[in-house]
């Protein structure tokens, strides 16, 4: 039985919890026993949607022990992991600290604000013999995990192009968001989930060349366009917009072209194109990643395991990369090498 901690119970903490209910329900070996949060409206339940829907189910919150204080909370409680679904400027000190107690770490993503920020959280879980996750949670959508799958079993030969985007309003379910020095704008906090796909597809690319402006003040980038250069000339691209108001609504996709197919991923489902024959819908989950991840971390610990699929090195990779688009952007989409 894994006894978890919730840290932070905004639109992504509620999501998690409702993950968990949903997975006691279903008789996984856990029990969310703590939440903390400093503002004590959300410890009853009280959060603002996020830019998608991930359902809603009622929740009785009279039955956890409630902190405004992590450390208080790790101190009291006898947990075996902590999950964390804090602002980004939070990650490092606070899974830094919870490792240092002997605690497994979920962490949000993006993984931190800095490369150097993600090499401090690695290496305190190694001195800890812990696990640390990231939740980069389109590792575990089943849209893009089929993507994964293609790619990597060369199914319709070499990737050729693609084209990666998602969209929506400016956030409001959470004012740091906003703020350039708390969230990293749109480029660490939204296009961060594209460009964690372009490194797990594809690897680290060789250079980046990032065109992006600010429209919300003070936000930091928040209409974002990159192109990577990779060694074997595929043509990918990237696009991340949260000024965009209205009925407009949230909007993800993905386009990959490849020697015999293309894939094309959108609101209306995951579509193949071969170039021979008729185009088809392959089965998947039709599970959010949001569950799927939690799930995956879950079984890895219980099972005393690694975990693989999102190693926090990797996911240090995609942050090496999103700074590298920063300088970039910094000097209007000069071509700046990934380090």
């Known amino acids: 039985m894994l006894r978890i901690g919730l840290v932070g ?32 409206d959300k410890l009853e339940g009280n959060a603002v949607a996020g830019n998608i829907d991930t359902g809603d189910s009622a929740i009785d919150f009279s039955k956890y022990k409630k902190y405004t204080s992590v450390t208080e909370m790790i101190e009291k409680e006898q947990l075996d992991y902590v999950d964390l679904a804090l602002p980004t400027y939070l990650h490092r000190d606070i899974t830094i600290e919870c490792l240092n107690k002997g605690l497994h ?37 089943p849209a893009y995990v089929y993507l994964k799958e293609v790619v990597e079993n060369g199914t319709y030969g070499q990737v050729t192009g693609g ?3 998602r969209g929506g309003a400016t956030p409001t379910w959470g004012p740091w968001l906003t703020q350039k020095e708390l969230s990293g ?16 597809l594809f690897g680290k690319p060789d250079s980046v060349s990032c065109l992006a402006r600010n429209v919300v003040p003070g936000s930091g980038y928040d209409v974002v366009s990159t192109n990577y ?10 696009q991340a917009d949260w000024t965009l108001e209205g009925d407009y609504g949230f909007e ?22 071969p170039n021979v024959g008729a185009g088809f819908r392959p089965e998947i989950s039709a599970e ?33 990369i999103a700074v590298a688009e920063i300088a970039s952007a910094d000097q209007k989409g000069a071509w700046v090498q990934v380090k």
């Open 229 to 238: 250069l990779f060694e074997d000339g595929k043509v990918i691209n990237a």
């Open 163 to 165: 084209y990666f985007y």
């Open 288 to 320: 959010m990643g949001y569950y799927l991840e939690l799930k995956y971390f879950i079984e890895t610990l219980l099972a005393g395991g690694t975990i693989t699929t999102a190693a926090p090195e990797s996911t240090k990779d995609t942050i090496d």
């Open 252 to 273: 993800m996709l993905y386009r990959v072209n490849f020697e015999k197919a293309n894939l094309i991923f959108n609101a209306n489902g995951l579509q193949v194109n």
């Open 9 to 40: 119970l905004g639109f992504m903490g509620r999501t998690h919890l409702e993950n968990y209910v949903r997975m006691e329900n279903e008789g996984v070996a856990i029990q969310v026993v703590a939440l903390c949060d400093i503002d004590p």
């Open 105 to 141: 770490v979920l962490c949000e993503k993006p993984m931190a604000s800095n490369p150097q920020e993600c090499a401090e959280m690695i290496a305190a879980a190694e001195a800890n013999g812990k696990q640390l996750m990231i939740g980069q949670c389109l590792r575990f959508w």
């Open 185 to 200: 704008g749109a480029l660490l906090d939204m296009h961060v989930h594209d460009i964690d796909m372009v490194n797990w």
